[in-house]
Every structure is written in C-alpha cells, then in structure tokens.
Nanobody, 123 residues
Framework: QVQLVESGGGLVQAGGSLRLSCAAS????????MVWFRQAPGKEREFVAA????????QYADFVKGRFTISRDNAKNTVSLQMNSLKPEDTAVYYC????????????????WGQGTQVTVSS
C-alpha cells in the first residue's frame, strides 16, 4: 500500500507559522486526492483541508480559511500544509490521508494514512 510520512510539526507560539509536509512512497502519488485531518486530545478527528489529484480543487474547513494553505508537488510526491496565524486551538496531531473520492474529500477519508505529526501552539 501507499506509505505516507508527515513532518514539520513542533511547538510554536500563537500567531506563528508552521509548514507541514507529507511524503508519499510509490510512483502513483499524482493520481491520489490528498486530505489533511487533525485530532486534538479528547476530540474527534476533524477535516482540515483537501486538494484534488491535479491541484485544481481545494477545500478548507471554516476554522482555517484565510490562515492555512494546502498545496502539492506531484514531481516530489509531496503535499504540504502552510499554517499561518496559528492559534492554541490548532493544537492537535495532524494526519495526511490519500485515496479519497473527489466528491467526498471532507467527509470520507481514503484508505491510506500517515502516522501523524504533533502541532502545539502556545499562548
């Protein structure tokens, strides 16, 4: 199966920025839609952002619009999440996911998951 590895998490103060990356193995990355989810302690996993296989369609959760940007580089088998103006409530483990159907990017995850990367935002 496809292997996904997230990186770029860490500790940042409120108002700061982080850039998360998800590296995929294999030679078929460009055919997969990609999604970022996150999960905070005691909370359910929630949708953050998604991008279609060709980058033509992007979707964002309301709580990150204007602050986060999703992008992909198919030549490098990488999807990124640029996070600006971070808030303490953004603290969570962030996961990348691949293989979701184009029409269900925010509601139905695909079969492939990374291990997650921790993002902690302090006041």
């Amino acid at each position: 199966q496809v292997q996904l590895v997230e990186s770029g998490g860490g500790l940042v103060q409120a108002g700061g920025s982080l850039r998360l990356s998800c590296a995929a193995s294999g030679r078929t990355f460009s055919t997969y839609n990609m999604v970022w989810f996150r999960q905070a302690p005691g909370k359910e996993r929630e949708f953050v952002a998604a991008i279609s296989w060709n980058g033509g369609v992007t979707q964002y959760a309301d709580f990150v619009k204007g602050r986060f940007t999703i992008s992909r580089d198919n030549a490098k088998n990488t999807v990124s999440l640029q996070m600006n103006s971070l808030k303490p409530e953004d603290t969570a483990v962030y996961y990348c996911n691949s293989g979701a159907a184009l029409g269900r990017l925010a509601t139905t995850p695909g079969p492939y998951w990374g291990q997650g990367t921790q993002v902690t935002v302090s006041s």
